[in-house]
Every structure is written in structure tokens, then in C-alpha cells.
């Protein structure tokens, strides 16, 4: 069992940056984490992944603005998010993809873009 606690969400202009904590129980036998989003009336999209390497891909969207980071020893991915724009309006979720195939996912924290 793998517990993931975000942080980081809130209200920011268009424009704007901030970014967000995703903190694992344990980085053991995790293969890669990762960030999705929820915005309301649609279906849950990936934003960004990490693996080890590091491997990293990001949604089409979010490339140039977003950044992704793994902090090993910490348990911790972090998303860094810049150029904010109305449409990155959503509930951010953290993923954590075990060795097993399973995933785990955090509550989610909710990102909101307006002016």
C-alpha cells in the first residue's frame, strides 16, 4: 500500500506559476510517478510521467510550461507549473505506478486559473 499526499493547488492569474508536491509513503518498488488532471465534464488526462533514467514525457498541452521532477530520497515528485492559462483549470491527481502494475493515486488538489 502506497499512500500520496498533494499540495500546492490554489487560485492564480493567467500568467502565473505555482507548483505542486506529491509525497509517496515509501519510493520503494515504485517504478514512476506522475500527475493527471480532472477538469469538470471531462475524462482524467495525463499531464506528465517520470521514470527512472530519467524518462519523461509530457501532454502535448503543458509542454514548455510544465516541468516535472522526482526527489528520490524525499519521496517526493513535484510539478512546476508556469504560463498558467484558464484551460490548466482542474483537480491535479498524483500517480504512482508500482513495480506490480498497480497504481496509486493521492485525493488530488484543485488548480484554478482565472483572473
Known amino acids: 500500500q502506497v499512500q500520496l499526499v498533494e499540495s500546492g493547488g490554489g487560485l492564480v492569474q493567467p500568467g502565473g506559476s505555482l507548483r505542486l508536491s506529491c509525497v509517496a509513503s515509501?519510493?520503494?518498488?515504485?517504478?514512476?510517478m506522475g500527475w493527471y488532471r480532472q477538469a469538470p465534464g471531462n475524462q482524467r488526462e495525463l499531464v506528465a510521467r517520470?521514470?527512472?533514467?530519467?524518462?519523461?514525457m509530457y501532454a502535448d498541452s503543458v509542454k514548455g510550461r510544465f516541468n516535472i521532477s522526482r526527489h528520490r530520497t524525499r519521496n517526493t515528485v513535484y510539478l512546476q507549473m508556469n504560463d498558467l492559462k484558464p484551460d490548466d483549470t482542474a483537480v491535479y491527481y498524483c500517480?504512482?505506478?508500482?513495480?506490480?502494475?498497480?497504481?496509486?493515486w493521492g485525493q488530488g488538489t484543485q488548480v484554478t486559473v482565472s483572473s
Open positions: 500517480i504512482a505506478h508500482h513495480h506490480s502494475g498497480y497504481a496509486y
Open positions: 515509501t519510493s520503494n518498488n515504485i517504478a514512476a
Open positions: 517520470i521514470r527512472d533514467g530519467p524518462n519523461i
